[in-house]
């Protein structure tokens, strides 16, 4: 049975033009909630997706929530474009989270946990274990966990100790005494050992929660002292970085030092039991410089992240049928041991890839190994914004300049939470001679995109890949992406201009097949939604079709108001926010959003302008938000194979089909899960059609 879980936002007396982008993040993180009730996914995948919410809700407060509150501390009482001044969004904010984790415990106590139970799968207390499994526990206690511990106490000679984000921790209430002038202690759990431990009961997967043993366990840490009770409780910091590049000489030790900071950034939120005592949750909060409304209270275990190690559990019937990535058609006859033979299977057209159904590693991947071997091979330029820790395209860079090659690395040490990675990487780079660069002053770099110069005798051909994914090849398994393999020379052109002014200095920004951010692609998409506009007004067929991660650029969805109120038809797929408004009858009409979730993440860009016949389709690295059309280095590759176009088209029909379950954004701007047809029969999965048919392929 399905229900969607309704929204508490307040109801404003004049409707704003946009969706608020923090509620619409929660929008999206309500729809990844939902997933956790559906009985077409295995209980394991569901598991999962409850594991994701809560990462999902982490990021936001680290991030979202933690911009909000800087705001409200330096006075802001600026409404927004939707209609929330700083202190009144909090407040809506901390609402809805506090009813989703409400919605997220009854799931999991309610729904999920006894379903596992039927399964053989068991969550125990200490107080339901048999005595073979108390003996067994208190050994792996003594063994494994004692010995990691650190008890911390609070009296006047030890103050209250900082507590680190994200850590889960147990806060134990102490009974003072004439020997004793403690009233409070805190012990951290460890993250590095399994949150769930089985018992020695080999009939089933039971499992006691490796907090609730150190706490059966706490007078051990604390002898001789009386102990009144504990609880739990985990404080979220703010992460976002304050990087002042026109301050600095040296952008990678400014970065390091910032993340050093960051690690100490003021308390975004604090999570604790619901049966916490209020006079000791006001002692927290006035230790932790914390306010009431940023509680959020819990009648589940804190920090569900840790399910996905029940997730990982070995029970193939209650996952996702196994998949495999197949290698992409144009490829499947390339010798592995001739270089030379993956670089004709390019040179006889554009190949347009999709991930994870077509592999990454054998397309994108074994592009850049190939071009670290190949003895003609002169040159790779490269950008890098999130990778693997063990990437085998950066250990292919760090191949072709110990070559001898010109290799050069365009890293962004400023992706967030990837930034130490980043910064790692730019060293071991820059130790083999690698010409490592960190993009333009004052922009991120989040183009996708490689560069292979070889020499063929008679010229020296470029070879690119453009995509709209990371080049990472872990995420790539469950990242729904695209890119084009080419040896085009007007697109190794437009490359070639691009990287050098990555690397060094250009006053000129156009390219016949490229939009760039920040020069080209907001005026280019602008320009394209409203020609659209006048082809509609002059009879012309008009059409307007996106694919997306984000969408919340006003200006961008102005022009789009503007099309759909002349009537032109659009379509828009996103995953996540979305700050489309359907506030009058002509965009209701015209304008149709849906959101898909599932297996797979989906993460590619598609833009498709009718253009009265003479069809534009764009691919690439940039959703419709401020940050990416005007502080990204951005790319969309417009893609001019007739047969590429007629595959982007078919992922598109496919996308807004009626067929299979999507989210659509109905007239009054709610998101509804559409789950069965007119019969009551469950609607085919998207991604699952995805699977079929490229195994049929």
Known sequence: MFTSISHSYPVKEVVAPYQDRELTWLDFDTRVLELTEDPTIPLLERLRFLAIFSSNLDEFFMVRVASVKAKIERGSTTVNSAGYAPKELLKVVLKRTQELVNTQADRFRDVIIPELRAEGIEFVKIADLTDEERNQLKDYYNNRIFPVLTPLVVDPSHPFPYISGLSLNIGVNIESSEDHDISFARVKVPSNLPRFIRTSDTTKFRFVLIDELIAEHLAELFPGVKLKDHFFFRVTRNQDLDLDEDETDDILETMEKELTRRRFG??????????????????????????????????????????????????????????????????????????????????????????????????????????????????????????????????????????????????????????????????????????????????????????????????????????????????????????????????????SRLFNELSGYSAKHEYSRLLVAPHSLRNGLIARIKRETKNHLDGKPSWIRLKLNSLLDEQIIDTLYEAADAGVKIEIIVRGICAIQLNNQARRDNIKVRSILGRFLEHSRIYYFRNDGAEDYFIGSADVMHRNLDRRVEALVRIESEKHKESLKSILDDSVSDVYSTWSLNDENRWVRNVKDHEGKYLANFQDHFIEKFNRA
């Open 266 to 495: 003021p308390p975004v939120r604090l999570e604790v039991d619901k049966v916490i005592h209020a006079d000791v949750l006001n002692e927290l909060m006035d230790e932790l410089q914390i306010e009431p409304h940023d509680v959020i209270k819990y009648d589940s275990p804190l920090d569900l992240r840790s399910l996905n190690q029940i997730a990982d559990l070995d029970f193939p019937h209650l996952k996702y049928k196994p998949f495999r990535s197949e290698t992409a058609h144009e490829l499947r006859d390339v010798d592995p041991e001739s270089t030379d033979s993956f670089f004709s299977a390019v040179r006889k057209g554009e190949i347009l890839l999709h991930h994870p159904y077509q592999s990454f590693t054998s397309s994108v991947v074994k592009f850049l190994e190939n071009a670290a071997r190949d003895p003609h091979v002169l040159a790779i330029k490269q950008t890098l914004y999130r990778t693997s820790g063990d990437s085998p395209i950066v250990e292919a860079l760090i191949e072709a300049a110990e070559a001898g090659k010109q290799v050069l690395a365009v890293i962004e040490i400023r992706a967030r939470f990837d930034e130490m990675a980043n910064v790692r990487w730019a060293r071991k780079l820059e130790e083999v001679g690698v010409h490592v660069v960190y993009g333009l002053m004052g922009l991120k770099t989040h183009a996708k995109l490689s560069l292979v110069v070889r020499d063929e005798g008679d010229v020296l051909r470029r070879y690119c890949h453009v995509g709209t994914g990371n080049y990472n090849p872990k995420t790539a398994r469950f990242y729904d992406d695209l890119g084009i393999l080419s040896s085009d020379s007007v697109l190794g052109e437009d490359l």
